[in-house]
Every structure is written in C-alpha cells, then in structure tokens.
C-alpha cells in the first residue's frame, strides 16, 4: 500500500504542474508521452530518449513504505490507517511541488479544503473547523500582505524590481486548508511552529550558503514544507507534543 501511494504522489508532483490536469506519463525531458508500466514499475525511462526518472521517485516511495508500516502500527487516533495515508499523500505532494517548483496550485489547494473540511468537522465540529480555516487564511493574508508592501520599499530603494517574495498566495490558501484540519485554536499554534521551524532552517540555511560564499540576498525558501511539517506534527504527535511543551 505504502509503494502504490508513493507512485501516485510522485505521478500527481510530475504531472499536474506542468500540465495542470491530470495527464497520461510523459518524459520530462523530451515530453513524449511515457506508458504506465515503464513510468511508474520498470525500467523507469523514456522510451525515446532514455532519460531516467529523478532519483526523487525512490526516495519517496521507500519513504511511503516506512509511513504506511508506521500507520498500520500506531494509526492516528479518529482518522485511522486510511485517513492518515490520504492525509500524508496530500502533503507528500505539496512538499514535493513547492520544493521543486515554488507553487502551490490552486486545484491542489481547492482539494486539500475539500479534504480538510471533511477531516476537521469529524475531528473537531463545524464550528470550531471553520473558524481554524478562517484564522489561517486571514492570518497569512495579512501576513502576505505585509511582505508585498515590504518588498515594494525595498525594491524602491534598492532602485531594481526583487523578484523573490516572502510569501506566496498559495501559501495564503495552503493555511486555510490546515486551518480547516486542525480547527480553533490548534490552527495558531500551527502557525506559530511553522513560523519557528521555518526561521530555524532558514537560519542554518543562511550559514552553510555564508561558508559556501553562495548567498544571495533576498532567497526565499518555498514555505509549504513548513506549513506542513507544522500541521503533521499536531496530528501525527499531539500528544508528544503537548508533553514536550509541558516540560
């Protein structure tokens, strides 16, 4: 179960971003269109011009496997074996997408709070799910929003327009989505951590690139990872969490 779902997350991440629907296979290289047995079983190349798929492909689906066996064997309370796989296939392709190429798509976003609605008022009630989804699309709203008005200054006196942004809008809509999850007021403590782990990464990311000579000002790193990693620790280790947070 673990390897088929890590084939899927690896076919949606391939496909939907440069064909924004789901497609047949198809070589990234050279886009000839790829069958189904040599793109997701073997020998994973394209028939045309021999290109091998990304080492990527591996990674996650011996990743799926040791997050399938783990489920099996210690489930997430209420949502069980089958709806902490769906949950983690989902942010198995957020991650995948945002890292290689800095998006988070509107279809992906629209069936995440679709997902997450369905999740969070199971979890948590109406009320308290919808009031999560408004609390974290606000909250990064504004967020968003301040970062447009900063890298607008900053490109005014540097006199050159700064592509990079701090935030994306799909990051906006990706926080709804976990708002909606995790409900009130869990959705705060989420941002909060997704705030702490990403300034954390991007500080050791800030001194490697230093002693690399390879820093280049204004670099943003792709936030989903952060969003995700936040929420997946609030429902995947809630328990640890609030122990370790108690002390």
Partial sequence: MGWMIGIVVNYVSDVLPLRRRLVRPFCIACDKPNGWIRYAIWPRDCAECGQRRSWRIWIVEIVYIILAIWQWEMPVEKLGFTGGMVLLAYFGVIVIIDIEYRLIMHPVSIFGAIMALIMGV???????????????????WLLYKIGELIMQLVSRIRGQTISDVALGFGDVNLSGVLGLLLGWPAILVG?????????????????????????????ALPYGPFLVASAGLLVFFRDALLRFLKG
């Fill in 191 to 219: 941002l909060l951590l997704a705030v702490l782990l990403a300034g954390v990464v991007s500080f050791v990311y800030l001194i490697i690139m230093l002693c690399l000579r390879k820093y280049r000002l204004f670099t």
């Fill in 122 to 140: 199971y979890l948590h009630g109406w009320v308290d799910s919808l009031l999560g989804g408004l609390a974290g699309f606000g909250s990064m």
